[in-house]
């Protein structure tokens, strides 16, 4: 499938547009369309895989105008937008019921998705910091949705931080229109490959750093996040910890060090220095929580310091001359597990949500012995953290392996061990989350509990099939050079990205 | 030294919005530091006793620009970046101010030390 690329911005921004129109009469009908609109969206991105294009907005040739780029790293990114917003969205039919202003909730979710496919397509620095915020102030908004004490509170927090970093990031790029005189990221690399970096751009690289390290939550940056994350409705937590964080934090760090300003050992050290800080400091807050959707969300942060630590190492490796194929599967491992955690992270949150609407509770030591009364969110949340916590045959395992062998192949034996120290905190909280919340002696005032049905088990279950499944991209070959290794070799390749947009 | 100002009038803002303890001075920070960067952008395209960057009919006629036109004009780039950025800072306004007066309705005060029912 050919599509042009900017139709997958404007196909959510119109729906987002129809949707309040619809309202709350044509309630069934603004549900329908924003569900045909995601799964549509997943299905161009799923046509998408292994293509190369540049498009150039209104035909303006690449240095006038604006253009978007598709390479193997966005289409990775479109394909876990695409996964996790249709699961988040066919969750949300049935559990957003509880909430008033559906038609509402549906158009800001559709701005989100719309925002970060923007975000991951975009090949001109400034359309970037658009599309950022976009999808920023539509995840301020929902995070704020329920607008009780908590969630203004927490959406205030949010905000302020999600502000300051994206005056940052604007900050920068106007130090780099400022340095190289052009936007366009493919110009900006190659003049910045031809006169090094002077002080204006090595300032205008540190807003960077910081203000993406924000919005990616890494330690210390991620004040924000255990608060923002748990307080939103089940499927924007989802969103949030699925993709949000990855696309505008994760993607557009790599995009800039990798592709704009280029590899260098001492940013490489940096980016596992936050790596590795985000793991243990996440893994050990997260062990301390009671409250369910609190504790997934440090989780998060420990789990986001795996892809960070694996293109970090990647980063080490390359600007240090070490073995291209080392760097490349550290990468591999990282990117591998960005994918990974897109898809159980969702998963999590959606059980918990699922939780959350049948107990009318986060606390976890008020549940206990859901096991039998709701057997289809149990064996998801099973599958689910057995996959997070890296048990053989699920897809978290094998990309912890990759990450440990790269780092043994690159002679780091110490980060191996942090990495496999980490795991088994994960191991304990998610073991924690199984005791507390499915096992052990029925809960009092649990009796009447019961099991969602429709729409909300759907999600669930197909998102724990491909947490099963994900095995598959790395040992069936077709799928593993398709969707893995252009991503992988797009930041291997570093610079090389300006002259594929330019021929 | 202009340049300088900027950069204070954007550490300004910033001091503001992280040590302020009302939540409207905390947005109005914010807001500085916005309009720092917007300053700022201008100014990267400013030059003294420019002119505004419109090709005039002279210049059509002849077929190509002249060598004056291209010394003296403004950049018009920056410009244009300026009121995108000034258009999302006000859909964030919005959106900030209306999430203070929510939080006010719900707490009966503004001060984000007495606003603290998350921890952890």
């Known amino acids: 499938m050919n599509v042009p690329l900017p139709v997958f911005v404007v196909l959510p921004l119109i729906a987002a547009f129809l949707l309040p129109l619809l309202g709350k009469k044509y309630k069934t009908a603004a549900t329908v369309l924003a569900n045909v609109v995601t799964i549509l969206l997943l299905l161009l991105a799923i046509g998408s895989i292994g293509q190369s294009r540049v498009y150039e907005v209104g035909k303006w040739p690449i240095p006038l105008g604006i253009n978007m780029v598709l390479d193997g790293l966005s289409a990775l990114l479109l394909l876990a937008i695409g996964v996790v917003s249709t699961a988040a969205m066919l969750f949300s039919v049935r559990y957003m019921e509880q909430y008033t202003a559906k038609a509402k909730f549906l158009c800001l979710f559709l701005l989100m998705v719309a925002g970060m496919n923007g975000v991951v397509l975009s090949g001109d620095i400034f359309n970037l910091f658009v599309f950022l915020e976009i999808a920023s102030i539509a995840s301020y908004a929902l995070v704020g949705f329920g607008c009780e004490h908590e969630e203004l509170e927490a959406s205030f927090k949010y905000m302020v931080l999600g502000s300051i970093a994206s005056m940052f990031v604007l900050f920068a790029v106007a130090l780099v229109y400022g340095n190289t005189g052009t936007l366009n990221m493919a110009y900006i690399s190659e003049a910045i490959e031809v006169s090094g970096l002077n002080i204006g751009l090595g300032f205008a690289l540190a807003l960077f750093i910081a203000g993406f390290s924000l919005k990616a939550a890494l330690v210390p940056f991620h004040a924000w996040l255990p608060d923002a994350h748990p307080s939103a409705p089940a499927p924007i937590s989802a969103m949030l910890s699925g993709v949000l964080i990855k696309a505008l934090g994760v993607y557009a760090l790599c995009r800039i060090v990798f592709n704009m300003f280029g590899v260098s050992i001492q940013l490489g050290w940096l980016l596992v220095t936050l790596g590795i800080l985000s793991m243990i400091v996440g893994a050990f807050l997260a062990i301390g929580q009671w409250d369910f959707k609190r504790l997934l969300a440090y989780s998060s942060i420990s789990q986001i310091g795996y892809v960070v630590l694996g293109i970090g190492l990647g980063a080490v490796i390359l600007a240090g001359d070490g073995e291209v194929a080392t760097a490349s599967l550290a990468i591999l491992g990282g990117l591998f597990h960005l994918l990974n955690h897109a898809v159980y992270k969702s998963l999590l949150f959606l059980t918990s949500g699922s939780v959350q609407m049948s107990t009318g509770t986060r606390e976890m030591r008020e549940m206990g012995g859901l096991a039998d009364k709701m057997p289809v969110t149990r064996t998801t949340c099973t599958i689910a953290s057995a996959s997070i916590a890296g048990v053989p045959p699920f897809s978290g395992f094998w990309s912890k392996l990759i990450l440990v062998i790269a780092a043994v192949q690159a002679g780091f034996y110490w980060i191996a061990a942090v990495i496999v120290f980490v795991s088994l905190c994960t191991l304990i909280m998610y073991l924690k989350v199984q005791r507390y919340v499915f096992l052990g002696e029925l809960g009092e005032n649990l009796g009447e509990v019961k099991e969602n049905k429709g729409s909300m088990q759907i999600a669930m279950v197909s998102l724990a099939c491909l947490c099963v499944l994900m095995g598959l991209l790395l040992f069936v070959p077709g799928l593993r050079e398709n969707i893995l290794e252009p991503a992988v070799k797009v930041l291997t390749d570093g610079l090389e990205y300006s002259s594929i947009v330019m021929k | ?120």
């Open chain 2, 1 to 120: 030294m202009l340049y300088a100002l900027c950069f204070l009038l954007f550490m300004t803002g910033l001091y503001c919005a992280v040590v302020k303890k009302n939540m409207v001075k905390i947005v109005i920070g914010i807001l500085v530091m916005e309009y720092a960067v917007n300053l700022f952008l201008i100014m990267l395209g400013y030059r003294t006793n420019g002119i505004a960057p419109i090709v005039g009919r002279s210049d059509l006629e002849a077929g190509e620009i002249s060598e004056l036109f291209i010394s003296s004009t403004v950049d018009p780039l920056p410009q244009a970046l300026v009121l995108t950025a000034i258009v999302i800072s006000l859909g964030s306004l919005a959106l900030m101010i209306s999430i203070c007066i929510r939080t006010y309705e719900k707490y009966g005060t503004f001060d984000i030390t007495q606003i603290r029912r998350l921890k952890g």
